[in-house]
């Protein structure tokens, strides 16, 4: 299809010669453009599809690179993407190689500020405004923000701190009520309810038009009619938090009206002081599927316009989804938490059948943990579905609140190790690592979906201290909820294969990888022991002793960052017991790794079966 205006956006100033009516055809176009491309590739598709229009007036009113755009997030940024010199890049987004999904300070001078985790875009963006003043500068800068991020405790700290510091800044709440899930608690009732505080907006913006007419004496007549105003507003309007932090706020606008935007950013760029902008969108604009499922389409597959697909091996996220309902059926006190990721950690279910039980805190992972600490004083038993990435936000609230307290909450970490198309914001790579200082704690990995399942009835069993179990994004190797549940004992390991020549010590994911890499050992006549380290605290000393006595070498290999947990386990032990065994350990290098498919990924790492195989024989031989 032929785009004919698009096609001439090389950089943001060719934006600024368009008519508003060519605006208008430029959002019809850019619009259709990114269906067209993430419909194939896969990506973000409904959050970039709300802000289509908000991305062009922004664009047309500042001046970038000069003024600079903080973006919540940054999901949200395939058409900011397109329109800063990236259109046929886009058709390389996630992908080995192109464009990342998120903003990133290395691809490009207009991505001002990297983030794939929610709530940093106020703070960055106030820095950025303070070193303005310091530097003698006089450029702009914009937050974006959606109203989900603003369920994160950050936004609120940033906000509190630039009402404090009172600089330039315009912050622009994108508010579709929704962040992946819809959104929850008291701040979406807020926004909600300046809704219906139209009458009120109404008048403030008719007093200043009246007033303006007056050639004498105006600012007086308005300084008086303001405290009329804020009269009424006492009485119409819940109490504005944000003029209270000290902000100016404005809106709400219609988010989809492109001369609307123009005007009132034109009106409110010059303003020195901090301003929030209140901006009403729809997830999923202009995509009826998407408008209808904002969830759905939040994050889609290529294949997800044309089919959709049923693995036969399920996920472990979908193992995890089973076994909560297990839990939850055998024990009344078990309770499942999530911070704004219901559908991510395979929730829905547990949530519909047992709605008193299920908490969606928001994109608060710190509260969610501290929470889940104070469930468990009384003797609930709170299981937490969080992704390893997002527990990086709470390890404070993991030492203070639960280790330290010795206090039984159980967290289910999904997306462990290398996640994909999402990149190195969202890579699981540390928490073996940072799981492992913690005293008081139990850290697990399960090889399969059966041992997921294990590990979980077997947490509900442990009353005094934290329960870790770490999986990935992937399927799940083998599952069958109707087998018998085995539980394994708690820091034991197991054999999976007895050998003599070499010792491979294996953790979760890397266990499958290790055990195809068994038949390509034998064609080189190596002859391997194959050890489940299911655990890493506590662990299975036994086995451990056994292995560095009876075996020359000793891998340990591992979905997880290098000098991690199972590597430094073994290695403590080994000089504990002035071993003569060599040690070698295969894991993640010491870097932020790109994003990719995951297959992909792991083997740049050299952590699938054909590389682990060939790297020992290279050892060994």
Same mark, same amino acid.
């Given at each position: ?27 019809d ?7 067209n ?8 598709l409904a ?11 922004? #664009? ?31 058709k ?6 192109g ?20 709530s ?13 003043? #310091?530097?003698?500068? $006089? ?11 603003? $369920? ?8 509190n ?41 109404? #008048? ?42 000290? #902000? ?15 005007e ?12 929030l ?30 089919? %959709?697909t ?9 193992v995890?989804?089973? $076994?909560?309902l297990?839990?939850?059926?055998? %024990? ?20 519909? !059948? ?41 390890i ?28 190195? $914001? ?20 399960? !090889?399969d ?14 009353? %005094? !201290?934290p ?11 083998k ?16 054999y999976?294969?007895q ?8 953790i979760?994911s890397?266990?499958?990888?290790a055990?195809?890499?068994l ?45 991690s ?36 990924l ?13 790297r ?6």
């Open positions: 299809m032929k785009y004919n205006i698009l096609e001439k956006i090389e950089e943001p100033k060719d934006i600024k010669k368009l008519s508003i009516a060519e605006l208008k055809i430029l959002a176009e850019l619009r259709d453009y990114i269906i491309v993430i419909s194939k590739t896969g990506g973000h959050p970039s599809l709300g802000v289509v229009e908000l991305t062009i007036a922004l #664009l047309y009113v500042f001046d970038l690179p000069d003024d600079k755009i903080v973006w919540d997030v940054g999901h949200q940024t395939y058409p900011f993407k397109v329109l800063t010199g990236r259109r046929e890049e886009l390389t987004i996630r992908k080995y190689g464009i990342s999904g998120f903003l990133k300070r290395s691809e490009s001078e207009y991505d001002i500020f990297g983030a794939g985790h929610a940093t875009s106020i703070s960055s963006a106030l820095g950025i405004s303070v070193a303005n003043d #310091l530097l003698n500068m $006089t450029n702009k800068v914009i937050a974006v923000i959606g109203d989900g991020a603003l $369920t994160g405790g950050l936004a609120w700290e940033g906000l701190n630039v009402g404090q510091l009172k600089k330039q800044l315009i912050v622009i709440l994108n508010d579709n009520e929704m962040s992946i899930s819809r959104n929850v608690g008291g701040i979406s009732r807020y926004l909600n309810k300046i809704a219906t505080a139209s009458a009120y907006n109404q #008048l403030k913006e008719n007093v200043w038009k009246l007033t303006g007419k007056f050639k004498n004496d105006k600012e007086y007549i308005r300084n008086g009619l303001k405290r009329v105003v804020a009269s009424v507003k006492k009485l119409v309007v819940p109490k504005m938090i944000f003029d209270e932090l000290g #902000l100016r706020y404005f809106g709400q606008i219609d988010g989809h009206n492109i001369s609307e935007l123009v009132i950013l034109n009106k409110l760029k010059d303003i020195k002081s901090p301003i902008l209140h901006v009403l969108t729809i997830k999923g604009k202009g995509l009826p599927e998407a408008e209808a499922d904002p969830t759905g389409y939040h994050g889609i597959s290529g294949e997800k316009l044309t089919k %959709d049923k693995e036969e091996v399920p996920t472990y996220t979908e995890f989804g089973n $076994t909560i297990e839990l939850a059926e055998k %024990d009344s006190k078990v309770v499942g938490l999530t911070a704004a990721m219901k559908e991510g950690t395979g929730m829905v279910e547990f949530a519909n !059948k047992y709605p008193k039980r299920f908490f969606d805190v928001g994109i608060a992972e710190g509260h969610a943990v501290t929470f889940s600490a104070g469930l468990a004083t009384s003797g609930i038993r709170p299981i937490i579905a969080i992704y390893s990435s997002f527990l990086q936000r709470a404070d609230n993991v030492i203070h609140d639960v280790s330290l307290q010795k206090l039984p909450v159980i967290f289910c970490c999904d997306r462990a190790g290398i996640v994909g198309a999402d990149g190195p $914001t969202h890579h699981g790579n540390f928490d073996l690592s940072f799981l492992s200082m913690f005293p008081n704690v139990v850290v697990s990995a399960p !090889k979906g059966d041992e997921l399942r294990a590990l979980m009835h077997l947490a509900l069993e442990i009353k %005094d !201290k329960f870790f179990i770490r999986y990935p994004r992937d399927k799940s190797v599952y069958n909820p109707t087998n018998k549940i085995n539980l394994p004992k708690l820091g034991s390991w197991e999976i294969k050998g003599s020549e070499v010792a491979i010590i294996a979760g890397m266990v499958n990888e055990e195809k890499s038949e390509l050992l034998e064609k080189s006549n190596i002859n391997a022991t194959l050890i489940n380290a299911r655990f890493i605290r506590p662990y299975d000393k036994e086995i451990l002793e056994q292995v560095i006595k009876s075996h020359k070498n000793v891998f340990t290999i591992e979905e997880g960052n290098i000098n947990g199972l590597e430094n386990l073994v290695s403590r032990f080994m000089q504990d017991c002035e071993s003569d065994s060599k040690l070698h350990s295969f894991s993640i290098p010491d870097e932020y790794i790109t994003h990719g498919e995951r297959s992909l792991i083997k740049q790492v050299k952590l699938d079966s054909e590389n682990i195989a060939k020992i024989v290279e050892i060994v031989k």
